[in-house]
């Protein structure tokens, strides 16, 4: 337990790391994902959520106690001071979580799933890093078609995010998802043997 090698796998807006996170799911792999973990550390009874409600006040609660995301966003959406206290509390409730999960996981290796991997640095916890890569053009496609958000929305999370190029120079490997779904679980199956390989097992 705890021994785990952890395989950072991170992607822009619409790059398929899902997809690719499902594949290394169906054949064993444990998979610690920062979006669920994000959910987790603020979830009714936790200490974040605790911190939120005596700073927000509780018009940022649901009537049950649980957190109301869309009340929490528009206090933080235009006030930068407020935006950044919010992260000050939730990144670091968020990598320790991330750390506990890896810590109990088990299995040769583990996924580290982070949509902002590169951006909030948190490359230093994994032993490897795998990106997956599309051009912007199809990211762009998929992910209007996927949320049913705006170009421009999807154009401004695109912009927010590290460039394809800064992603790439952090990556130990590159997942081409330009093609198709079978095409890219390919890819998977070759990093998932290669990873036994390396590890030894």
Aim: net charge negative.
């Amino acid at each position: 337990m705890g021994n785990s090698v952890v395989v950072g796998l991170t992607g822009g807006i619409g790059s398929g790391k899902s997809a690719v996170s499902d594949a290394f799911k169906s054949k064993g792999i444990s998979i610690v994902d920062a979006d669920i973990v994000a959910r987790l550390v603020v979830e009714k009874g936790s200490k974040g959520l605790a911190a939120i409600a005596t700073h927000f006040g509780n018009q940022v609660l649901h009537t049950d106690g649980t957190l109301n995301r869309a009340v929490l966003r528009e206090q933080v959406f235009n006030n930068s001071s407020e935006k950044e206290w919010l992260n000050g509390l939730l990144h670091p409730l968020i990598r320790e979580e991330m750390a506990r999960q890896l810590d109990i996981s088990d299995g040769p290796f583990t996924i580290l799933s982070v949509p902002l991997l590169v951006e909030n640095k948190l490359t230093t916890m994994c032993n490897y890093v795998i990106v997956v890569d599309c051009p912007e053009e199809l990211q762009l496609q998929r992910a209007m078609k996927r949320d049913g958000s705006s170009k421009a929305t999807i154009e401004n999370i695109m912009a927010a995010q590290a460039s394809r190029a800064q992603r790439k120079a952090a990556a130990t490997h590159v997942i081409d998802n330009s093609g198709t779904l079978e095409e890219l679980n390919t890819q998977v199956d070759a990093l998932y043997h290669n990873f036994l390989e390396t590890i030894g097992n």
